[in-house]
């Protein structure tokens, strides 16, 4: 399909699911960034013993996150 | 010559009966459980030598709900193929689809599981403390003095409730203020409601306790 003059784009089922799922790993990736904020407000309320293995646990998912979305988007 | 007052004197949860009692049974240790009994944590806003005698939480019966679902929603990749526009993406694509599901599985475990824990019970030896989270964006922290404190009760409904004993311990103040956005959006009786806390008798009694010792204190004069 000829988008602009010149430029052929080939617009799939893959291609538009495909830049879908970049989207919401991008969002998915913004919202962890926030529950990494969110729990170290949490831990500040309220100072349990355990906050500091939720903390730890909270930064590797988002780290997981900006692994896995960088791949998404690159691939 | 005997001592008649001293306003420095202050109470202590082992003066507390029915706290106690509890903590010689050995029973609500656990930090992860829903109760916990004189407990060694600091909380915003803890006055000096304020003690806390409850640490409560919601029961972790009541999280059955989107731990049933995150186990329901990890087999649907497994059957990918069998819904007919996602048969037709490319292998790639697959791949995408099924690191975002996962993933967004696993934000949604963790912030549920974030916002039962971190929301928290908390009665000290003055006041009671409700902090509340609701979503990761909103928080809602409200406190009383016990001394204000005009009726306990607690009440248990449904199967579930009475089979793992936990209940909502309703909590009314003197004070006219609601939160009201709390009021008409989670249906709590009072802005002070312990929803879902297990052994809520036990809060109750202990509760009552402290307002008794309060009013004791007051009725000798030695209010704080």
Redo the contacts between chains.
């Keep these: 399909m000829e988008i602009f003059p010149g430029i052929n784009i080939d617009i799939s ?2 291609l538009i ?2 830049i879908m ?2 989207m ?2 991008l969002i ?1 990736l913004f ?2 960034i ?2 990494v904020r ?2 170290a ?10 906050g500091n293995t ?1 903390k730890t ?2 930064w590797v ?1 988002f780290v ?2 900006l692994i ?1 979305t960088t ?2 988007v690159i ?1 | 010559m005997p001592e008649i007052f001293d306003s420095h004197k202050k109470k202590d949860e082992g003066g507390l009966v029915e706290v106690q009692k509890l903590m010689t049974s050995g029973r609500f240790r656990n930090y992860w459980g829903s109760l916990v009994i004189a407990p060694n944590i600091k909380f915003e806003s803890q006055n000096e030598g304020e003690k806390i005698i409850i640490l409560g939480r919601k029961h972790f019966v009541t999280n059955l709900g989107w731990i049933a679902l995150i186990c329901f929603a990890f087999f649907v990749p497994f059957f990918w193929g069998e819904f007919p526009l996602i048969a037709d993406v490319s292998d790639n694509v697959h791949f995408s689809l099924t690191v975002l599901l996962y993933m967004t599985l696993a934000f949604f475990g963790m912030m549920n599981f974030l916002l039962w824990f971190y929301n928290v019970y908390i009665v000290t030896d003055e006041r009671l403390i409700d902090v509340d989270f609701f979503g990761i964006l909103y928080k809602n922290i409200n406190v009383t003095q016990i001394r204000k404190v005009e009726d306990v009760n607690y009440s248990q409904k449904g199967i579930m409730s009475s089979f793992f004993n936990f209940g909502d311990v309703v909590i009314q103040t003197a004070s006219e203020q609601r939160s009201d956005e709390v009021f008409g959006k989670h249906g709590e009786a009072s802005p002070f409601t312990f929803g879902a806390i297990s052994n809520p008798n036990e809060v109750v009694r202990i509760i009552s306790e402290l307002m008794e010792q309060e009013e004791r204190e007051e009725y000798e004069g030695r209010i704080r």
């Design positions: 089922l893959s699911v495909g799922v970049k919401l790993m998915l919202l962890s926030i529950m969110q729990e407000l949490m831990d500040r309320v309220v100072n349990l013993p355990m939720l646990l909270v998912f997981m996150t896995l791949i998404v691939a």
